[in-house]
């Protein structure tokens, strides 16, 4: 094993590198090349992309390392929400509000959309208490403000 085993770089999902949505915070094609190659990284996070060509992306990714790579991506509101052409569900406290069947149903949704691009990481769902209702940063996409309701729903 490598320390460079231990690092996640991000990326974009797009093939070309002036598609890239956050250039100064994702790799281009020749740095990713580089870090999977030389620094045998072993996970890439990928932001932003499409349903076509994303998975070949992934696929060429994949073919550059010694190891299978670790491929990640925040799909808390399934993998339309990065992914063009994926389904986009709603968030996780409107799914709440629906009940368990709704959270399993998005979770099976977003993991056969996941492995079919090629992300075998999913960031989600997030697990947060909407502690402080206040907060802009977790708000929806917890699913509630009861730590045994939001259990329930993250297993669901």
């Known amino acids: 094993m490598t320390v460079g085993q231990l690092l996640v770089v991000r990326t974009s999902g797009f093939e070309r590198d002036e598609d890239r949505l956050y250039p100064d915070r994702e790799l281009d094609w020749a740095a990713l090349t580089e870090a999977i190659t030389r620094y045998q990284v072993g996970g890439v996070l990928i932001f932003g992309g499409n349903v076509s060509?994303?998975?070949?992306?992934?696929?060429?990714?994949?073919?550059?390392?010694?190891?299978?790579?670790?491929?990640?991506?925040?799909?808390?509101?399934g993998a339309g929400q990065h992914f063009q052409g994926a389904t986009r569900l709603p968030p996780a406290m409107a799914l709440a509000q629906v009940g368990e069947e709704a959270c399993f149903e998005a979770g099976r949704i977003t993991?056969?959309?996941a492995r079919a691009l090629g992300v075998n990481w999913v960031l989600a769902p997030v697990a947060d208490v909407n502690a402080n209702p206040r907060n802009p940063v977790i708000n929806v996409r917890a699913f509630g403000e009861d730590g045994a309701g939001v259990t329930a729903y993250s297993l669901a």
Request: charged residues 30%; aromatic residues 0%.
């Open 53 to 77: 060509e994303t998975p070949r992306k992934i696929a060429r990714l994949q073919a550059l390392s010694q190891i299978p790579l670790l491929i990640c991506a925040d799909l808390e509101e």
């Open 111 to 113: 993991a056969l959309e």
